[in-house]
């Protein structure tokens, strides 16, 4: 079976008025059917860069982004995406929002069985008895939850996190991580998940890609050693301290703040 996502030696700059911005060079990642994979590195690195090609939103300079066995040369029915800014309309209920990407993307649902699934999902990830108020009445984090349905209601291959749960306090960020962990565990996807909070990373991912300085490249990968089923006080364990220190090391020598190549 192909690799869901594969980057192979991708390089991309930006054009701007006093010349080309490099912002990527001779990339190279490779996500296994059903991982999921956390991107880290210092600001302005390159990782949204990196969810564009993926999406199919931008191609790159050099280099080829492939998914599913297929070069990505355009926007892809098969990706789900979700943001740090939720983005839900108004006019429409939390039911209607959710089943947005079912009235888009080509299926042979009947209207029944689309407004099951988003019922279904809204209750896994505890939204059950607010399918018709509207965004506003909502949460933050309870919004978020429904853009997360959302993204992945039309059962994409691959479901692309940007900073989902940045804007978020600290207690609801930590709900909605043990939230995709276990929504996770019951829609099974290939996930890319873009994030500048190292712990979520180790909570959440199976490995974790850390981009050096920009023109990014990836510079270390570190394969999470947490069981599958995982709860928010994994991350008080040595394991966990020792995980999130050597992320915070490598890090700082992406930004270069330090020489050393080991911590």
Not at 155 to 181: K, N, S, Y
Not at 183 to 205: K, Q
Request: net charge neutral; with cysteine.
């Amino acid at each position: 079976m192909p690799v869901p996502i594969e980057l192979r030696a991708v390089t991309h700059a930006y054009r701007t008025d006093s010349g080309p911005l490099p912002v990527l060079r001779d990339l190279n990642i490779k996500m296994a059917e059903g991982s999921f994979t956390a991107v880290v590195g210092p600001s302005g690195c390159g990782k949204s860069t990196l969810t564009r090609l993926i999406a199919g939103l931008m191609r790159p300079d050099e280099g080829q982004v492939w998914l599913g066995g297929e070069i990505i040369r355009s926007p892809r029915s098969t990706v789900g995406m979700a943001f740090q800014n939720p983005v839900l309309l108004e006019w429409r209920t939390i039911l209607q929002n959710v089943m947005l990407p079912l009235e888009i993307v080509k299926n042979s649902l009947s209207r029944a069985q689309r407004e099951d699934r988003a019922r279904a999902l809204l209750a896994l990830v505890g939204l059950e008895g607010f399918e018709d108020k509207r965004p506003s009445e909502l949460s933050g984090g309870m919004r978020q939850r429904a853009s997360l349905c959302r993204s992945i209601v039309h059962r994409p291959q691959v479901l692309i996190l940007d900073e989902p749960f940045g804007a978020l306090d600290a207690f609801t960020r930590e709900d909605l991580w043990q939230t995709m962990h276990d929504l996770r565990a019951e829609e099974p996807f290939t996930c890319l998940l873009i994030t500048h909070d190292l712990r979520e990373s180790v909570f959440l991912a199976d490995d974790v890609v850390v981009l050096s300085g920009r023109p990014a490249t990836a510079q270390y990968r570190l394969p999470v050693t947490f069981q599958d089923k995982r709860s928010l006080n994994d991350l008080y364990t040595p394991a966990a301290v020792e995980m999130l220190a050597t992320l915070r090391h490598q890090i700082e020598i992406a930004q270069g703040r330090t020489t050393e190549t080991a911590a």
